[in-house]
Nanobody, 125 residues
Framework: QVQLEESGGGLAQPGDSLRLSCVGSGGTLRRYVVAWFRQPPGKEREFVAASRYNGGTTVYADSVKGRFTIVRNYAENTVDLQMSSQKPEDTATYYC??????????????????WGQGAPVTVST
């Protein structure tokens, strides 16, 4: 089972950009659907974006579409989340996840078997 670790979280102002990185160890991420989820303070975990197998279809939550981009780097075995035009409502702990979920289940947490420890992101003035 692949292990995941996120990096790149921190503090940003509204309108800023941040890039989160998820590195896999013990397996190649090319074989997995890799997704980003986030959990705002006091709320449930929610889907953000996913990259299907081998860099295929990408899926985004409506709340981030056009602002966030999920990017695979095969050489470094990473899947990054480029966040632009950030808003205060993007404040959350962001989690990277990997699994073998089917397309219709991409947005659900239950299909992902490996999770990172989380990277906090705060968007505030």
């Amino acid at each position: 089972q692949v292990q995941l670790e996120e990096s790149g979280g921190g503090l940003a102002q509204p309108g800023d950009s941040l890039r989160l990185s998820c590195v896999g160890s013990g397996g190649t991420l090319r074989r997995y659907v890799v997704a980003w989820f986030r959990q705002p303070p006091g709320k449930e975990r929610e889907f953000v974006a996913a990259s299907r197998y081998n860099g295929g279809t990408t899926v985004y939550a409506d709340s981030v579409k056009g602002r966030f981009t999920i990017v695979r780097n095969y050489a470094e075995n990473t899947v990054d989340l480029q966040m632009s035009s950030q808003k205060p409502e993007d404040t959350a702990t962001y989690y990277c996840a990997a699994g073998s979920t089917i397309l219709s289940e991409t947005r659900r947490t239950r299909g992902y078997t490996s999770w990172g420890q989380g990277a906090p992101v705060t968007v505030s003035t």
